[in-house]
């Protein structure tokens, strides 16, 4: 799976948009980029995920660059609930079982 | 549904001591994985399993063993317990059929926080 770098931290405004940026220039073709996040000591939990396409749902939207080497994860409205670790990974859709995890982005909303 | 269950949440061990960490899930999943998490760290794939009979190595799998002989469970076996192994363990699950809204993505218990004196 094609390794990520990402800001060990940011910070974030309450109410304004959280641009959290994630690179993977290495990614291959049928690999897709996976965003978790992890509030204090939880369990990660998945955010979204996408291949080529931006996609939006209800926590996050995920823009993709055309070129696929880096994608940027966007919360709309930050609240303090938000601050966590937040993980961008990229694999392929089938390798879920072995996910590997880096250090991810700790983001802190502050109010 | 339940999801993943995670038993115990907290357990302390001498060194030296043998335990399990028990994981189940409900979800029908046919993916399950264990993971560690060390202090204001990342989470490490010790050992993960395809199916019921079939597991490998991951990332740190020294000092742990697995067995997978249901779908729905998952045990880690921490043969003889070291201060190292001292961590949040947490169990995932996770399936690739697309039906369902299923989207690749794992599904984590809540932890298992074990402490070797």
């Known amino acids: 799976d094609a390794k990520t770098t990402q800001p060990p931290s940011m910070d974030c405004a309450e109410g304004r948009a959280a641009n959290l940026p994630c690179n993977h220039s290495t990614i291959s073709g049928n690999e897709y980029v996976y965003w978790y996040r992890q509030i204090h000591s939880q369990g990660p939990q998945y955010i979204i995920h996408g291949l080529k396409n931006n996609e939006t749902n209800e926590m996050a939207s995920l823009i993709i660059t055309e070129d696929r080497k880096s994608s940027t994860l966007i919360l709309p409205h930050a609240t303090l609930r938000d601050t966590a670790v937040y993980y961008c990974?990229?694999?392929?859709?089938?390798?879920?079982?072995?996910?590997?995890f880096g250090a991810g982005t700790r983001l802190f909303v502050k109010a | 549904n339940a999801g993943v269950t995670q038993t115990p949440k907290f357990q302390v061990l001498k060194t030296g001591q043998s335990m399990t960490l028990q994981c189940a899930q409900d979800m029908n999943h046919e993916y399950m994985s264990w993971y560690r998490q060390d202090p204001g760290m990342g989470l490490r794939l010790i050992h993960y399993?395809?199916?019921?009979?079939?597991?490998d190595q991951g990332e740190v799998p020294n000092g742990y063993n697995v067995s997978r002989s249901t779908t729905e469970d998952f045990p880690l076996r921490l043969l003889s317990a070291a201060p190292s192994q001292t961590s949040v363990y947490f169990c995932?699950?996770?399936?690739?059929?697309?039906?369902?809204?299923?989207?690749?993505?794992?599904?984590f218990g809540e932890g298992s926080r074990l402490t070797v004196l």
């Open positions: 399993s395809v199916g019921a009979g079939i597991t």
């Open positions: 990974i990229v694999r392929v859709y089938t390798g879920g079982f072995k996910t590997i």
């Open positions: 995932a699950s996770s399936t690739d059929r697309g039906y369902g809204g299923h989207t690749g993505e794992l599904f």
